[in-house]
């Protein structure tokens, strides 16, 4: 039996300093207000009102652009499951949003802003999940030399593909999210303006190395940054336990945060807030930041190398993302108008865009375009396309199935 862990509790006068604070009013100095937002068009509708506040407006912008509903059916860990019960990338951004704005509002920050970006960070996220992100940027890379990461392209989604005039702050949030770089402390970016967004998506589409030096520009940027983590590591060990990938928590190590879920979120929300409140940056106690560091080592040795894309199945979805995305390609090149790439996805982008038409898109670059498409596609479209194309026969993997244990 693994050593019980305590639930931590606010420091008294940490907590009576902050319900003092609230009495009085207190603001923040580092939360980012509303005021301050920054677009990329002066449009009047934009314009911030008390029913609908700068940031709100993104939250309802971001639910209601088609990528958002793609959520639903977007692998976060385990592929080729037919099990409602488990996470898809759809709860996976609810759990981050809620997570933060705790986080956000025991610190005072904007908690719109947070919801935000929370809400848009994963927007350009592969099917498969992060197999299935390392398949297209690998093809892509040897075409063009350029890299695909879910970050940076869920930027392209909201500020280009869906043009609604997304806000700098929460763009700049959703690039800089990247939760793979865990940092003890978290200080701001100085990304302030449109173009030096633009100048880093360009750096790490060209040199995906450029990400581990992200930084959000706002303290509510790191926020979810690390909620991000927070959000994955203990909800997937409970997903593995569910598929029996693991048995319990007690192959897990850790002196503080815990090994459950519900600790984990407890336990760094405390430690933030216990070396955040009223400063500049996001910090983590060092046994917090160590103990979260082999958390993560730890679910890569336990979960997610075993995620259900492993061996055989790994090897034929790989090459499956390599088929599709030449066919693709080779059908956009030669203008094969009956393919799904134009009769789906330009069709539909360009319905629902608002600012791209199909003679302006095209004149992108064609592997671009298959990028889009594909980073689009749910686990379940990019399985039908990939049958429609290739035919029944093809090699494919066989899903475990809701009656599969009823078999047994």
Partial sequence: MAEKIPYLQLDPALEARIRKDRAEGWVNPYRFDDSQ?????????????????????????????????CYAD???????????????????????????????????????????IALGHDVGHTPFGHAGERF????????????????????RVLDQLYRRN???????????????????????????????????????????????????????????RVSDMIAYIGKDRHDAIHMGVLSDFDSFDSKLIGRDNAQIIHNLTIDIVTNSYGKDYLALSETAFNDLKLAKKQNYEQIYLKEGMV?????????????????????????????????????????????????????EDPNQIVIDYMASMTDSYFLAIYE???GPDTPKIQAYDYCADLRD
């Avoid at 509708?45 to 709100?56: I, K």
């Avoid at 592929?79 to 933060?100: C, E, K, M, W, Y």
């Avoid at 996805?345 to 629902?352: F, S, V």
């Fill in 37 to 69: 937002v920054i677009r990329r068009e002066k449009n009047p509708h934009d314009e911030a009102t008390l029913s609908r506040p700068a940031f709100a407006r993104d939250i309802d912008k971001i639910l209601n652009i088609p990528a958002y509903n």
């Fill in 74 to 116: 977007k692998t976060q860990v385990f592929s080729f499951v037919q099990n409602d019960q488990i996470t898809r990338r759809g709860l996976h951004v609810q759990l981050v949003s809620r997570i933060a704005r705790g986080i956000g509002s025991l610190l005072g920050l904007n908690c719109e802003l947070i919801e935000a």
């Fill in 136 to 155: 297209l940027s690998s093809v892509y890379h040897e075409h063009t030399g350029r890299y695909f990461n879910h970050n940076v392209h869920s930027v």
């Fill in 166 to 224: 997304i806000s700098l702050q929460t763009l700049d949030g959703v690039l800089c999210h990247n939760g793979e770089f865990a940092q003890q402390v978290l200080r701001l970016g100085d990304i302030t303006t449109f173009p030096q967004l633009d100048q880093w998506v360009e750096l790490c589409r060209n040199d995906e190395s450029n990400i581990s030096h992200l930084r959000p520009a706002t303290l509510e940027g790191c926020v979810v």
């Fill in 311 to 363: 061996d055989s199945a790994q090897n034929v979805v790989e090459a499956m993302f390599r088929n599709l995305y030449e066919r693709l390609l080779d059908d956009l090149e030669s203008r094969e108008l009956s393919s799904p790439i134009f009769r789906h996805h330009i069709k539909r982008l360009t319905e629902t865009s608002r600012t791209i038409t199909a003679e302006s898109y095209l004149e």
């Fill in 388 to 390: 429609f194309l290739f």
